[in-house]
């Protein structure tokens, strides 16, 4: 949350000139409602569920920048399906970043606590490892500017295909 993906995933696909698709924006243009209804009203369990739905059809699809939503990697079948159709790039970033990118926002439900900091900073603990795990490449969002993370990632994936 608050990384770059879907920053960083349009302005790639632009540069690409492919089409561009962020998986929790599918969830929402299909429902009808936000995440966080969603949440709301099926829990967590319905909103992953959804989302394996739409990660599926969407991994199927060539030539596309994905973006998942950082809890897409929780199900096991959801890092097979990434796996096994993709390319993965981990934007990386600190607890304190990410806290502070997200600071104003309110649909994200898995943050909406009294201590957002440590919410995300357990959330991180428990996930990074898999990110690290199904990463083809791990850039540090940090420091870097969207071009210059673009860049990296158009490097790295002309060095595989040639």
Not at 71 to 94: D, M
Not at 104 to 132: A, C, F, G, M, V
Not at 139 to 158: G, V
């Amino acid at each position: 949350m608050g990384a770059g993906k879907t920053t960083i995933g349009r302005q790639l696909a632009k540069k690409l000139s492919v089409s561009f698709y962020d998986c929790d924006h599918e969830i929402e243009k299909r429902t009808g409602v936000e995440i966080a209804l969603i949440f709301e009203i099926e829990g967590e369990e319905g909103f992953r569920r959804r989302e394996t739905k739409v990660l599926n059809e969407l991994s199927q699809m060539n030539n596309i920048v994905l973006s998942t939503g950082g809890g897409a990697v929780t199900r096991a079948e959801n890092r097979k399906t990434l796996k096994n159709n993709g390319y993965i790039v981990y934007l990386k970033s600190s607890p304190e970043i990410l806290f502070r990118r997200t600071a104003d926002d309110k649909n994200r439900p898995l943050i909406q606590t009294d201590n957002r900091l440590n919410q995300i900073r357990k959330i991180l603990t428990e996930r990074e490892p898999i990110y690290i795990e199904m990463a083809d490449q791990i850039i540090d969002s940090e420091k870097k500017s969207s071009k210059q993370i673009i860049q990296k990632i158009l490097e790295q994936t002309n060095n595989e295909n040639n």
